[in-house]
């Protein structure tokens, strides 16, 4: 299975020109459930899909206790979950506190197996639904022979 993308025209709100520029971004495919997600680890496991649920939720409340904790958790062949934040920056050192946390966040940051399996998959280019505004004339290029009549 490849990673299906496509080409957009967009303009960035950083770009003080609002000059529209093209960029590749990726088709979100469907989310998989939880549900389906147990049934295909029941099946390649042979475990039945109630000890997977139940050992899936195990793994989740234990993730949670541990990352309240503030705890890296490292889930082997897959990667660890840090927790983080982003804070306001001060120049008065005293206030620099709990006080200037703004967001707190959760990084993933994947082991080294899913990043090489990452770095090897195929990419689909998806031309249906992605820009086209070098519309070549069916006749090859300015040769005449397509739709518009020769400016001469």
Do not use: W
Not at 26 to 55: D, H
Not at 57 to 72: A, D, E
């Amino acid at each position: 299975m490849a990673l299906k993308f496509r080409r957009v025209k967009k303009s960035f709100g950083f770009d003080k020109s609002k000059t529209e520029k093209y960029l590749v971004v990726p088709e979100r495919a469907t989310p998989v459930g939880f549900g389906y997600l147990c049934e295909e680890i029941a099946m390649v496991s042979g475990v039945n899909k109630g000890m997977v649920r139940a050992t899936l939720y195990g793994l989740v409340s234990s993730m949670k206790t541990f990352i309240q904790q503030g705890h890296t958790v490292q889930v082997e062949g897959f990667g660890s979950f840090i927790p983080s934040f982003n804070a306001k920056s001060s120049l008065v050192e005293s206030e620099a506190n709990a006080d200037s946390i703004r967001k707190m966040k959760l990084r993933f940051v994947p082991c080294a197996e899913l990043r090489e399996m990452m770095e090897r998959m195929r990419m689909d280019f998806n031309d249906k639904d992605s820009t086209n505004d070098t519309k070549v004339p069916s006749g090859g290029g300015s040769e005449g022979g397509g739709d518009r009549p020769e400016i001469e």
